[in-house]
Structures are given as structure tokens and as C-alpha cells.
């Protein structure tokens, strides 16, 4: 039994460790590189045929890489 505690102690003391190197890294991503980026795929990929609206944003990571809320993309009206 108390090898069961120190054993679910010690996973539980990894995954904290996870946790936190995650975090930190995708806090560490500058939302002007986001930004700069997004627009470069978006809006240069496709000749301006589509505008790129970011609102107050935030950017949570999670094991399956980092979600980014506050971001719509439309097509240009000007080009349709």
C-alpha cells in the first residue's frame, strides 16, 4: 500500500511538471509573432482574398499543442 502512494505521488509529481513546462512554454509564444504569423498564411497565402479579425485574444496550450480564441477569418468582400 505504500508503495501504491509514493507510486501515484511520483506520477502525480510528473504530471504537475508537464503541466507547468507546457504553460510556460506556450506563454512564452509573443502574440505579435501569432499575429504576424497568422496574417502571413491567411491573408498573404491567399492574395487578400480572405481578412484576418482579431479581437482580444488569448492562446491556451494543451498536450494536443495551443488553441488560440478571438480570431475570425472572412472572406474579403471586395473580392468577391
Known amino acids: 500500500m505504500k ?3 509514493i507510486f501515484l ?6 504530471a504537475v511538471t508537464i503541466l507547468i513546462v507546457l504553460k510556460v512554454t506556450v506563454n512564452d509564444l509573443k502574440k505579435e509573432d501569432i499575429v504576424e504569423n497568422l496574417n502571413k498564411i491567411i491573408v498573404d497565402g491567399s492574395d487578400s482574398l480572405y481578412s484576418l479579425k482579431i479581437r482580444d485574444y488569448e492562446v491556451t496550450g494543451s498536450f494536443n499543442g495551443a488553441r488560440i480564441n ?5 472572406i474579403n468582400p471586395g473580392d468577391i
Open 70 to 74: 478571438g480570431v475570425e477569418v472572412t
Open 9 to 14: 505521488f511520483i506520477v502525480a509529481a510528473i
Open 3 to 5: 508503495k501504491l502512494i
